[in-house]
């Protein structure tokens, strides 16, 4: 199965896959030193990290697509370049306008890396080998977002923030020139340049993650909040109509008549807001309510992140024996009773609650991401054609990159209600809402998957005839 062309392109789209996901979230402790050094504002904090999560969620579908047409490879290794030169380049920057520009071309890098990573690993693996192989790929992906606050407080110990961005410069040179050597051509169905419908997809999708990132810090009902949501949820209608109208459309929509393909999607992004959203506001309780340094709270988190790491491999197996909707429940089931109780311990024991009594519904919630994160992934990609991969990837990453902004959104929108936060335990009051919302959301997607999903779509039927399977799924 892991022969060794197999195991050298694991090597290098997982290690390019882990830098993309990691500076999601990496530059969060660095940014009071960031500030002091470059004479920042408050807004230009938030847009060191927005204009990376912007710039990665706009450009996921449109990447993913083009790999499909003119070669995976090839986009792959330019999207590790850009990424490359976009980490020196924010490492270098000597002003706030120069290191958003920069984080923004990070995120256009990691936008290319990070769904076409998963294409080319599905590709080269035969379709019953191919849980395992991605649950490699998800334990690698959901590592990577989550240890980046610990990394990012490690580097903070000892050296400069720069040091964040140029640890990425000689790993991204030598995971290109291996994957020039190493990595095999693919691609999906060839597509004409459609200017109109990726300038209409990513204007809207910009217009949406903007205003729910900027929705808790501007008000809801500023102009540019809803603005923002608006001009985008226009924009991707005109981009449906406008891909209804031609023959060989940019995203194919009759996909999402596959049932099963359709409520993975759904599933996607429900998850990604109930956990993102609780992951979010139990960061800042660990520092701001218990008094934990960053590294401190990092350094708890492995709790969950560690367990992720390791079912995220163990999913793939178990995809093999008990089906893949099987699988997906038992993760989501796990991930809501976590978040429920999180809600439950921290309001019953308020904010002085010891961390080993939270500590298993850490290691819970992160068993359950990791147990959910593979069956996802396989599960939209076995049901769409081969030829679909490349656009399966790019949707599916894309919709959990919106629900994690609309989770993000909620649990602040929710935390922030009501009287003001002072004290500790007023933090822990107003924090308990929050994440029984989150738990609600992670509800949602386990009623989708437990009613639409179709067991026939499981890992066995596919290895037995995958074309059949693919179209069962419809």
Known sequence: MFTPARVRLLFVTCTVLFMAMLDNLVLGVALPSIQEDLGATMSDLEWFMNAYTLAFAVLLIPFSVLGDSIGRKQVFLAGTAVFTLGSLLSGLSDSS???ILSRALQGVGGAAVVPLSLTLVNAAFPPEKRAVALGMWSGISGLGLSIGPLVGGLIMEGAPWQMIFYVNVPIGIIAFALGLKWLQPSRGIRKPLDPVGVLLLTSGLLGIVLGLERGNSDGWDSAIVIGSLAAGLLLLVLFYFWERTRTNPFIRFDLFRRKTYAFYVFAGFWMNAGVFGAIFLLTLFLQQAQGNTPLGAGAREMAWTTMTMIAAPLAGLAINKFGNKNVLLIGLSMQAVALALFAWIIGTQGADVPFVNYLPAMMLAGTGMGLSFTPLSHGS???????????????????????????????GLIFQSGSEIRTPQQFADHIVPSLASSAIMMTVALIGVALFVRNRADAKALFKAPAKAAHDGA
Do not use: H, Q, Y
């Not at 656009?391 to 599916?396: D, K, L, P, R």
């Open 381 to 411: 990609l076995s049901s769409v054609p081969e030829d679909a991969s490349g656009e399966a990837s790019g949707t599916g990453n894309a919709t959990r990159e919106l629900g994690g902004a609309f989770g993000i959104a909620i649990a």
């Open 97 to 99: 306008i120069a290191l």
